[in-house]
């Protein structure tokens, strides 16, 4: 070989070392960069590797236990709408419901979630508004019932279908329309089967609704999945299909037992057993129009482990016109859940309620209802700042007694 021929070559291999040389200075500046700028980059790839799943990372790089997530699931009654309700909301061509409702406001719009039972159809004016015994209220309750907090309405009880099949299905699109979240009736066979999920601060949470019935008046042939009725077989399936869709927690509303009944029937008990035996974790009774007890309850499932659930056989209305006894005695539920930072696990840690008392002004006041914080009211009159007499001091106080002995002591598993 030529000189000229080596020394083109050796030129040829020294600028190919050259290239290698600067490549690998390029890649350590921009791996040493890296690494100062990001210290816990190890930490990071023990997490990716599973080996870390409950711990967050500080600044410094040390490991921190993950923190539990504390939600509430906030309860009210059935909104049972008399024509005294509607007239009384009435004023210059509009219906406000809300001036009932701005005592115990404060206890509903900071709830994790708000429930409530929508025990009325939502017509349409053409339909003529209506009370008992066919319920047809005008769609601005919803609204007031909605800017009050509530973001779900249970739509399964003895009085959806008072207006027909055509009721019923104008009340889902205005609550649609409204964006209100609904379970328990439906407008077709895949509306039924599909779950209503809400995530609660990352918490996946089902919600489900079944009635004992429709006041006798039939569901329309080809369309029975328009009302969940209480009925075993469906139950199972939703409480099924809910665990199989990924629910941390599931939520059963039911409109069951039995009317002006301040104690929960055998049937009740009988049927809040199955679904906490089948996943339900809270259970919001309705449709004694009168507050009725709550409780943890505990059942052995098949394999002899046992499961624990809360239920509330009945919260009463939440607002009507009714007037027999315990009518007007209603409560707002405060459910506290939390799931476990670590183990995932979820637990109840409390179960508390305002008691709130439906007060009727008189015909010719203003605002005909309102809604009692009772013991507020007893605060105000006992330290001296109350616009209210003795006598509605000595009424709160005893319809305070009532709720109490009837709904039981608050729960505190903490």
Known sequence: MSRLKRKKQTNKVSVFLGIIIIAILVALSVGIYYLVNNPNIFYKNEANNGMTNNL???SEGEKEVAKDTVINIVGI???????????????AGEYDFSPMFKNITKYIENATVAVGNLETTLAGKDRGYSGYPTFNSPDELALDLKEMGIDILTTANNHCIDKGYTGLVRTLDKLDEYGIAHTGTSRSEEEQNTILFKDLDGIKTAFLCYTYGTNGIPIPKGKEYSVNLIDKELMKKQLDKAKEEGAEIICVSMHWGSEYRIKQTEEQEELAEFLIKNGADVILGNHSHVPEPMEMKTVTLDDGTTREGFVIYSMGNFFS?????????????????????????ITIDKATYTPVYVYDNGVNAKDRYELLDIEQVIKDYEEGNSK????MYNLMKKELKKIEEIVGPEIDNT
């Open 388 to 391: 209210y007499t003795e006598t």
């Open 321 to 345: 016109a009714q007037t027999q006894e315990y009518t007007r005695d209603t409560l707002i539920l405060n459910v506290e859940i939390r799931k476990n930072g670590q183990t995932g696990k």
């Open 56 to 58: 967050n990372t500080n």
């Open 77 to 91: 009654g059935d909104s049972l709408c008399h024509s005294q309700n509607f007239n009384d909301a009435y004023e």
